[in-house]
């Protein structure tokens, strides 16, 4: 016993100091205990789980700006956890965003809902959200998959939420299937590289690789293929995208809302984590595997962009037409994640720890968010209105109700990346990233450029309904929930307050842009690449 109890040692009990970074990851748990009480304590069940998720939201939202970022340098709960100023602004990003999602659920779904179905739908919304934060937070192979998890099997069941809809099941159904697929392949590849370098830390396996230490070129190849699958899958890149159409098209809105920016983000945002990571052990040399993950990352992102972009050109249905354009951004998101080893420009600032790509990605994830919120408000919107999803419900929108027809005006030309919309500065500030480094980025900016042109002509297909078609008689003017409708205007005024405000939203981005171990306070200015983070306009 006793040689037992000397092995165990002293059981970990973590403080204040390793929860308090986490407390609103607390606050989401919290939530969900309190989404399936409150059913036994009042009447409108539905209505009392939309006030306590909103209540839980809120709560998580102050005290993670509150409690703020640990002091560099102190890992909590023994670095199964990261908590540095990149992840608490995605978190904060997210909750947002999950609050909006709640407005549209309250002015679309909520009518049509069977009452005592809001406790299951708000608890797998708010796990779910709870999944992408922790997402954004670790670098342990255990709880990368944990987390990759635990925000995608409540999406499953929110896909297929609507039971009765056949399309919804169906949606389901291959939503299950793909992600079970993809997530199998990225745990067999997780359990390469613990059994490479018998450590479930990515720092010290990324160090492990960059001393060639246990050199398995095929299986390392067979590893970084599969967590970028499973990632992948989160972020609907080519050739992991078959799901996104259909269940965008079977989900209800706010479902489809809610997947098209949480989920693709928090993918986006691990993978960036996970790659930065061994860019940073590497000091973003144009070494093997560097250069081969990095030429695979930014061609799947070319690839992605193009084929949500061509695909998106046949749609008549506008959330088929969305989940397309949802693709082709990540696309160009991706994009930005491949800038891991330097050329002319420099990934990572030694002095301040500023990361380019991160803050490329965090800047375009804030516009993003309000693009697509603003968009799938008013196709809710549309769709009450007339019981139709075909592009053809939009004619004559201007006219019908002209507050709905601007705010999607707004949302449809930021997506095509042109001013007076905000969508202009983040793909500015994403393609002058990549020219800062040259070489072959070159060509990742022509294709983004030769992509944004060509999406305009599906975009200008919706404007074209709204401005130019006629109205049909079964087509009548309607009010609109003003929830809603304050939802897409609201998301249409930030659009063009973050153009005009690019400067501190750029700034904040850039403060917020420093990952915990890489660059900033773990760096040397020896061995780090000095930079100028290129800002937005």
């Not at 970990?12 to 969900?32: H, K, N, Q, R, S």
Request: glycine share 10%; aromatic share 10%; hydrophobic share 55%.
């Amino acid at each position: 016993m006793n040689i037992v109890a000397a092995a165990i040692g002293r059981p970990y009990i973590p403080g204040w100091t390793d929860l308090g970074p986490f407390v609103a990851e607390g606050w989401l748990i919290v939530t969900v205990v309190g989404l399936l009480l409150a059913p036994f304590f009042a009447r409108r069940r539905n209505l009392a789980c939309f006030l306590v998720a909103l209540a839980g939201l809120t709560a998580a939202l102050i005290s993670l700006l509150w409690v703020g970022v640990p002091a560099p340098g102190r890992a909590p709960l023994r670095g199964i956890l990261i908590a540095d100023s990149f992840a608490l602004l995605w978190k904060a990003m997210l909750i947002v965003f999950t609050v909006g999602v709640l407005f549209l659920w309250r002015s679309t779904t909520a009518s049509e809902m069977r009452e005592g179905d809001g406790p299951e739908f708000f608890t797998l919304l708010i796990g779910a959200t709870l999944g992408m934060s922790l997402m954004a937070s670790t670098t342990n192979l255990l709880m990368i998959v944990m987390a990759v998890e635990l925000a995608s099997l409540p999406s499953y069941v929110l896909a297929g939420f609507r039971k009765t809809h056949r399309l919804g099941a169906e949606a389901s159904l291959k939503y299950v299937l793909f992600g079970a697929g993809c997530s199998a392949l990225m745990i067999y590849a997780l359990t390469f590289l613990y059994g490479m370098y018998g450590t479930l830390d990515l720092g010290a396996i990324a160090r492990q690789v960059q001393g060639g230490a246990h050199a398995h070129p095929a299986l390392l190849t067979i590893a970084f293929f599969g967590l970028i699958a499973g990632v992948g899958f989160k972020i609907a890149a080519v050739p992991f995208h078959f799901w996104c159409p259909d269940v965008f098209e079977g989900a209800s809105v706010e479902v489809t809302a809610f997947l098209s920016v949480a989920s693709k983000g928090a993918g986006l945002v691990l993978l960036l984590r996970v790659l930065m990571t061994f860019a940073d052990a590497m000091e973003y040399r144009a070494a093997q595997p560097l250069v081969a993950l990095a030429y695979a990352v930014g061609i799947l992102g070319a690839i992605t962009a193009t084929v949500g972009n061509t695909a998106a050109f046949a749609q008549n249905n506008i959330k088929r037409l969305l989940a397309y354009s949802s693709i082709a951004h990540a696309g160009y998101m991706m994009c930005a994640v491949s800038l891991l080893f330097n050329l002319n420009g420099h990934q990572t600032d030694a002095a301040s720890g500023v990361n380019a790509p991160a803050q490329v990605l965090l800047f375009y994830l804030t516009v993003y968010l309000f693009m697509n919120l603003g968009a799938f408000a008013v196709a809710a919107l549309v769709y009450r209105a007339t019981g139709s999803e075909d592009i053809s419900a939009f004619n004559g929108l201007v006219k019908r109700n002209p507050v709905l027809a601007h705010a999607m005006m707004a949302c449809m030309i930021s997506l095509i990346g042109l001013p007076p919309f905000a969508g202009f500065v983040a793909k500015l500030n994403l393609m002058l990233v990549l020219m800062n480094n040259g070489g072959g980025w070159w060509i990742l900016v022509a294709v983004i450029a030769v992509n944004s042109i060509a999406s305009a002509f599906y975009y200008f297909r919706v404007l074209r309904a709204i401005y130019l078609e006629p109205a049909g008689a079964d087509q009548p003017a309607f009010a609109g929930h003003p929830l809603g409708v304050a939802l897409a205007a609201g998301s249409g005024l930030a659009l063009v307050l973050m153009l005009v405000l690019a400067s501190p939203v750029s700034a904040l981005t850039r403060h917020y842009a420093r990952m915990q171990g890489i660059g900033g306070a773990a760096a040397t200015p020896a061995t780090k690449p000095v930079v100028t983070v290129s800002a937005a306009p």
